[in-house]
């Protein structure tokens, strides 16, 4: 994964302490092709885990066109989804089931009401294995289980993305510490 480099020195994560959280990341894609380089990455720890019957939960916040479906259409390409992948804005959820596993692209942009979540059936999409990816999660708030990786997203001054990567979670943090010993250094072009 890219992070931001906070000194000269070759170090590519800054690991921030918080106490609510696990452990957190700070990333910088200057580039389209350093966003799809951190999807492969991700896709390549959650695959053999997701296989073994995982239930992983990436919630993506972010301002609209921050860059939250983008990363999202790299990560499902990068599991193996063939064909289009369309934004789940209108229907909500999109399935998808790439080598037998079991992934939901969520976006609750247009949710006026949390219980929405409740009553569209929800619950048992989130309880079973699988990949859930979710778009706009504070729509569904105090819904949703906790979740194993968050992603801040914000576009900067040259086009490039802002990603705080945070975990709660002892599978998030397993996949965080993965991520970071298999990182590759970006040179702001393609991965």
């Known amino acids: 994964m890219v992070a931001s480099q906070t000194t000269s020195d070759s170090t590519l994560f800054s ?12 990333q910088h894609w200057p580039t389209e092709d350093d966003c799809a380089h951190d999807a492969r990455t991700l896709a390549h720890e959650l695959a053999p885990r997701l296989a073994q019957g995982a239930a992983v939960l990436i919630e993506l916040r972010g301002t609209l066109g921050a860059g939250k479906t983008t990363f999202t259409r790299h990560l499902l390409r990068a599991l193996g989804v063939q064909g289009r992948i ?24 247009r949710f ?11 619950r048992d999409i989130f309880a079973a294995p699988g990949l859930k990816v979710v778009e706009w999660p504070d729509k569904a708030a105090g819904l949703l289980p906790p979740a194993d990786l968050l992603m801040d997203i914000d576009t900067d001054a040259q086009g490039g993305r802002q990603v705080a990567l945070r975990t709660r979670t ?20 393609s991965a």
């Open 170 to 189: 002892a599978q998030g943090a397993s996949l965080l510490a993965t991520l970071q010993v298999s990182a590759q250094p970006s040179t702001g072009g």
């Open 86 to 109: 369309k934004s789940p804005s209108y229907a909500v959820v999109e399935p998808y089931d790439p080598d037998g596993l079991p992934v939901w692209h969520f976006d609750f942009y």
């Open 112 to 122: 006026a009401d949390p219980r929405e979540w409740e009553d569209a059936g929800f």
């Open 15 to 26: 690991v921030v302490p918080d106490t609510a959280e696990v452990a957190s990341v700070r």
